[in-house]
């Protein structure tokens, strides 16, 4: 007998409208099994917004969107909160540290900040894997960029997450800073077990992933002219009906 495993990330209809502002459509995706997914496309198109729907930052207007086997329309106020803190982990530079606060006091904060016991074994292990060990005492202010890129993904990385989501990872970033982001991603999907989902417009970024892991290259289009155009169209079939 075959027992279909649910797949990691799907949506369907999934539609987010910003108050006042955009109305952004994306088509319907479901990833493969063991796979990673690259969200790829223009500037403006939608990446960050399907990253933060895909966070439980931002709540879809319409459509289902399942994470790790959870609706998360299902989930209400601090249960997105609770799920995130133990389901995703969030690869971002503009998420800071604490400059004043050293390495391993900065990979404390998740747990505290969830009210959780510091799992000190777990730290542990995540600073191993990156090669942190000699930065532990060092405060955040005074890691170079490449320490940085580090510490940012083991805090990502120490709850264990079954997804990692990493948007435009290599933004702002000269070519050698950028393989080496990629090269640090790829390795925490591999040891940790985690899906990675990365956002890029970046086509040189698409390939070195694809180089390095199995992914799933999603290519997001603008389809809110199509749904207006339909709807336009609609309404006018409606209208020239005789009533
Ligand atoms: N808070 C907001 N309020 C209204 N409109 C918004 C808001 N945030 C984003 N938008 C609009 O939604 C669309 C998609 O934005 P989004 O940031 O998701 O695109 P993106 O592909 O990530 O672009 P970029 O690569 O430039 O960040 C854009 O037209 C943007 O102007």
Same mark, same amino acid.
């Given at each position: #007998?075959?027992? +279909?495993?649910?797949? #990691?990330?799907? &949506?369907?209809?999934?539609?987010?409208?910003?108050?006042?502002? @955009? %109305?952004?459509?994306f088509?319907?995706?479901v990833l493969?099994?063991?796979?990673?997914?690259?969200?790829?496309?223009?500037?403006?198109?939608?990446?960050?917004?399907?990253?933060?729907? #895909?966070?439980?930052?931002?709540?879809?207007?319409?459509?289902?969107?399942?994470? @790790?086997?959870?609706?998360?329309?299902?989930?209400?106020g601090?249960?997105?909160?609770?799920?995130?803190g133990?389901?995703?982990?969030?690869?971002?530079?503009?998420?800071h540290?604490?400059?004043?606060?050293?390495?391993?006091?900065?990979?404390?904060?998740?747990?505290?900040?969830?009210?959780?016991?510091?799992?000190?074994?777990?730290?542990?292990?995540?600073?191993?894997?990156?090669?942190?060990?000699?930065?532990?005492?060092?405060?955040?202010?005074? %890691?170079?960029?490449g320490? %940085?890129?580090?510490?940012?993904?083991?805090r990502?990385?120490?709850?264990?997450?079954?997804?990692?989501?990493?948007?435009?990872?290599?933004?702002?970033l000269?070519?050698? @800073?950028?393989?080496? #982001?990629?090269?640090?991603?790829?390795?925490?999907?591999?040891?940790?077990?985690?899906?990675?989902?990365?956002?890029?417009?970046? @086509?040189?970024?698409?390939?070195?992933?694809?180089?390095?892991?199995?992914v799933?290259?999603?290519? %997001?289009?603008? +389809?809110? &002219?199509?749904?207006?155009g339909?709807?336009?169209g609609?309404?006018?079939?409606?209208?020239?009906?005789?009533?």
């Amino acid at each position: #007998m075959t027992v +279909l495993s649910e797949p #990691m990330i799907a &949506w369907h209809s999934l539609r987010h409208a910003y108050p006042g502002g @955009a %109305l952004l459509y994306f088509d319907d995706f479901v990833l493969a099994p063991r796979h990673h997914l690259l969200v790829h496309g223009p500037s403006g198109v939608g990446k960050s917004t399907l990253l933060n729907l #895909m966070a439980g930052l931002l709540r879809p207007s319409d459509g289902q969107l399942r994470l @790790a086997g959870v609706e998360l329309g299902q989930l209400q106020g601090a249960a997105v909160d609770r799920w995130r803190g133990s389901q995703l982990g969030l690869v971002s530079q503009r998420l800071h540290l604490s400059p004043s606060l050293n390495v391993l006091e900065n990979l404390r904060l998740p747990f505290l900040a969830a009210g959780l016991p510091v799992d000190k074994e777990r730290i542990g292990l995540v600073v191993t894997s990156l090669g942190l060990e000699g930065l532990a005492k060092r405060r955040a202010a005074q %890691l170079n960029q490449g320490q %940085l890129q580090r510490v940012i993904l083991a805090r990502a990385l120490l709850r264990g997450p079954r997804i990692l989501l990493a948007d435009e990872p290599t933004a702002n970033l000269d070519e050698e @800073a950028s393989e080496r #982001m990629i090269g640090l991603l790829c390795q925490a999907a591999s040891e940790h077990h985690v899906t990675l989902v990365v956002t890029t417009h970046d @086509a040189r970024v698409v390939q070195r992933f694809q180089a390095l892991l199995p992914v799933q290259l999603h290519r %997001l289009r603008n +389809l809110g &002219w199509l749904a207006s155009g339909l709807t336009a169209g609609l309404s006018t079939v409606l209208g020239g009906q005789p009533g």
